[in-house]
C-alpha cells in the first residue's frame, strides 16, 4: 500500500519560503503526488499536482525527484494565513483494482509574525 | 477548481436519532465520492467509497449498517448516520473525484460537524 511520511509540524516566519518534503517510498509507476491544505473545521483544499520534475502554479511549486521516492512542496514567501495542515497524497491502488486515497498524519505549518 | 458542497454545516442531535449528511458536486458530475471523518488534532480517516448507482464500499471497522450512504445520482450523495451517539461525534468530509484513477483530482466539501448529545 502507498503509504506517506511527512513531518509532523513546521514552524517558520511570514515572507520566509517554505519547504515540506513528503517520504513516499512505495509509490507506484502510474500514480500522481497530490497536495492539500487543510484549515481548522474545513474541507482540504487542492493545492498542486504532480507526476515528476517541477509543478508550479499560482501559490506553490512541486519538485519531485527522478526516483519520485519523495516530493516537496514549496510556498514562496508564506504570511500568517498560511497556517494550517498541509498533506501530500499519493493514490492507493487496490488488488481488486479499486483506488482511493488515504490520508497520512499531514504537517502543521505554524506561520509566526 | 471543481465545487462540492455540503448540507447541513453543522448539526446538534439528540443520541439515538438520525442524521443525514448530503453531498453535492455543483458544477460537475461525479461517478465516484468518498466520505471522511476527522477527530480533533487528526487526519482525515475515509470511511467510505460511494459509487454511483451501486453500493458503497466500506473501509475495515466501518459499520455499513450505521453509516448508510446513498449516490442516487451523479451528483448527489448522501450519508445517515443511523442511532447516532456522542461517539459519533465528529467532523464528517466528502469528495468527489475528478479524473481517472491514479491522476484523479479530489475535491472536497466544507464538512459537517456533528454533535450527538
Known amino acids: 500500500l502507498a503509504k506517506t511520511t511527512q513531518p509532523i509540524s513546521m514552524d517558520s516566519y511570514e515572507g520566509q519560503e517554505v519547504n515540506i518534503t513528503c517520504s513516499h517510498n512505495?509509490?507506484?509507476?502510474?500514480?500522481?503526488i497530490t497536495w492539500y491544505q487543510q484549515f481548522p473545521s474545513q474541507g482540504p483544499r487542492f493545492i498542486i499536482q504532480?507526476?515528476?520534475t517541477k509543478v508550479t502554479n499560482e501559490v506553490a511549486s512541486l519538485f519531485i525527484p527522478a526516483d519520485r521516492k519523495s516530493s516537496t512542496l514549496s510556498l514562496p514567501r508564506v504570511s500568517l494565513s498560511d497556517t494550517a495542515v498541509y498533506y501530500c497524497?499519493?493514490?492507493?491502488?487496490?488488488?481488486?483494482?479499486?483506488?482511493?486515497?488515504?490520508f497520512g498524519a499531514g504537517t502543521r505549518l505554524f506561520v509566526k509574525a | 477548481g471543481a465545487v462540492v458542497s455540503q448540507h447541513p454545516s453543522r448539526v446538534i442531535c439528540k443520541s439515538g436519532t438520525s442524521v443525514k449528511i448530503e453531498c453535492r458536486s455543483l458544477?460537475?458530475?461525479?461517478?465516484?465520492m468518498f466520505w471522511y471523518r476527522q477527530f480533533p488534532k487528526q487526519s482525515l480517516m475515509l470511511m467510505a467509497t460511494?459509487?454511483?448507482?451501486?453500493?458503497?464500499?466500506?473501509e475495515q471497522g466501518v459499520e455499513k449498517d450505521k453509516f448508510l450512504i446513498n449516490h442516487a445520482s451523479l451528483t448527489l450523495s448522501t450519508l445517515t448516520v443511523t442511532s447516532a451517539h456522542p461517539e459519533d461525534s465528529s467532523f464528517y468530509i466528502c469528495?468527489?473525484?475528478?479524473?481517472?484513477?491514479?491522476?484523479?483530482?479530489?475535491?472536497f466539501g466544507p464538512g459537517t460537524r456533528l454533535l450527538v448529545l
Open positions: 469528495s468527489a473525484r475528478v479524473g481517472a484513477s491514479e491522476k484523479e483530482t479530489q475535491y
Open positions: 460511494s459509487n454511483e448507482g451501486s453500493k458503497a464500499t466500506y
Open positions: 512505495n509509490i507506484a509507476t502510474n500514480d500522481y
Open positions: 504532480g507526476y515528476k
Open positions: 497524497l499519493v493514490g492507493d491502488t487496490e488488488s481488486t483494482g479499486g483506488f482511493k486515497t488515504i
Open positions: 458544477d460537475f458530475q461525479a461517478t465516484t
